[in-house]
């Protein structure tokens, strides 16, 4: 049976959003990652600056989220993390995340499969576990709380 282990929290700040428009695969968007932090049981640092939400926004509203940033941990461990997922809800509720409204994350899906990989020794089991996560968009944050698939 599968069964989830709490891996970590994170709480990743961004930059506005960069609308590119309509391109012929959905409305493009590209948000910066400034910064951020995480802690969980195993491991716990900071997001550095330098990541993005690579997002396309498809013709049925729903958000394809593809983030890339880098974790630095509490004794500077580097680990690159890939989040893809998706997000969507009924209209009116994104339409108010979008204004960055404080909205309920009951109120939407956002789910995600975050992979990680990294040379450290003390963290090389994190290239090897199949994790998901749920998320939370705030005005100028995203938080997800990420789980081990065991």
Known sequence: MIELAPLMRVEVTLDPVRDLGATPRGRRRIIGINGGKFSGARLSGRILPGGADWQVIRADGVAYLDARYTLETDDGALIYVNNKGYRHGPKEVVD???RGDAVDPGLYYMRAT?????SAPRYDWLNR?????TGARRAAAVELDIFEVK
């Open 129 to 133: 576990p199949i994790c998901i996560a």
């Open 96 to 98: 108010r995340l979008a």
């Open 114 to 118: 975050p992979w990680f990989e990294t």
